[in-house]
């Protein structure tokens, strides 16, 4: 148990489907992270949000969409995938993005599949 | 251009066996992080290190900061199946975001 919870574990979804996932820290941490991990590619960073607010985004297509509506919890919103978003995506967070020693805790992720 | 580079990428051993895995960079990072990931769940966090030079042992797992804080080794002695997983290092930079390494897929054969 990391303090960090995602829900869905797994979905399927068509390329029609509108989805969301969810994240929830219990570490009382003010940054929160979305990322990708695709099969044989490293981690990859997609949205962060700092005391609610988006402060990168990380060239990704608008067919995510991030949520914070306060600081402990995180949704993805997705509309009208591709197959190749196929993928697990995991949800992080962090005291501080500026603290030095900062430290990341990963929730254990939800696996999208697009049909 | 990948920031963080983990050598090696697979790694295949026999129980028993001592094993390091490598962890660098041409930055410099203000700490860096270890994760060990098993299949189908999220990376869990090992260690954090620091300080250039640093040491940390976690039962059979040594890890070293190097002194520069540009690279890092995570050495496990008398490897064990629950050893089996991805290793990734992360490094933070102060007002910048994680990067993570490229990983290392370790297998443990019984």
Same mark, same amino acid.
């Given at each position: 148990?990391?303090?960090? /919870?995602? /829900?869905?574990?797994?979905?399927?979804?068509?390329?029609?489907?509108?989805?969301?996932?969810? !994240?929830?820290?219990? *570490?009382?941490?003010?940054?929160?992270?979305?990322?990708?991990?695709?099969?044989?590619?490293?981690?990859?960073?997609?949205?962060?949000?700092? $005391? &609610?607010?988006?402060? &990168?985004?990380?060239?990704?297509?608008?067919?995510?969409?991030?949520?914070?509506?306060?600081?402990?919890?995180?949704?993805?919103? $997705?509309?009208?995938?591709?197959?190749?978003?196929?993928? *697990?995506?995991? !949800?992080?967070?962090?005291? +501080?993005?500026?603290?030095?020693?900062?430290?990341?805790?990963?929730?254990?992720?939800?696996? *999208?599949?697009?049909? | 251009?990948? $920031? $963080?580079?983990?050598?090696?990428?697979?790694?295949?051993?026999?129980?028993? &066996?001592?094993?390091?895995?490598?962890?660098?960079?041409?930055?410099?990072?203000?700490?860096?992080?270890?994760?060990?990931?098993?299949? @189908? &769940?999220?990376?869990? *966090?090992?260690?954090?290190?620091?300080?250039?030079?640093?040491?940390?042992?976690?039962?059979?797992?040594?890890?070293?900061? @190097?002194?520069?804080?540009? +690279?890092?080794?995570?050495?496990?002695?008398?490897?064990?199946?629950? +050893? /089996?997983?991805?290793?990734?290092?992360?490094?933070?930079?102060?007002?910048?975001?994680?990067?993570?390494?490229?990983?290392?897929?370790?297998?443990?054969?019984?």
């Amino acid at each position: 148990e990391t303090g960090v /919870t995602q /829900t869905p574990r797994h979905l399927v979804m068509g390329m029609t489907n509108k989805k969301s996932l969810k !994240c929830e820290q219990h *570490l009382g941490h003010n940054a929160m992270y979305w990322y990708k991990q695709s099969a044989k590619k490293p981690l990859e960073l997609m949205f962060v949000y700092s $005391l &609610e607010e988006r402060v &990168e985004n990380n060239s990704v297509p608008s067919r995510f969409s991030p949520e914070c509506p306060n600081s402990s919890h995180l949704f993805l919103h $997705l509309h009208t995938l591709q197959p190749e978003d196929s993928a *697990l995506y995991l !949800c992080a967070s962090s005291q +501080d993005r500026t603290v030095s020693g900062n430290t990341i805790y990963f929730g254990e992720g939800s696996w *999208l599949t697009v049909v | 251009t990948q $920031l $963080l580079e983990q050598s090696p990428q697979f790694l295949s051993i026999q129980e028993g &066996e001592n094993l390091t895995v490598y962890c660098n960079s041409s930055s410099v990072f203000s700490s860096l992080q270890w994760y060990r990931q098993e299949p @189908g &769940e999220g990376p869990v *966090l090992l260690v954090t290190v620091v300080t250039g030079g640093e040491v940390k042992k976690l039962k059979r797992l040594t890890f070293q900061f @190097g002194d520069a804080r540009k +690279d890092s080794s995570l050495h496990i002695t008398a490897a064990q199946p629950g +050893d /089996t997983g991805l290793y990734l290092c992360a490094g933070a930079r102060t007002g910048n975001q994680f990067y993570f390494g490229t990983g290392t897929s370790l297998t443990v054969i019984p």
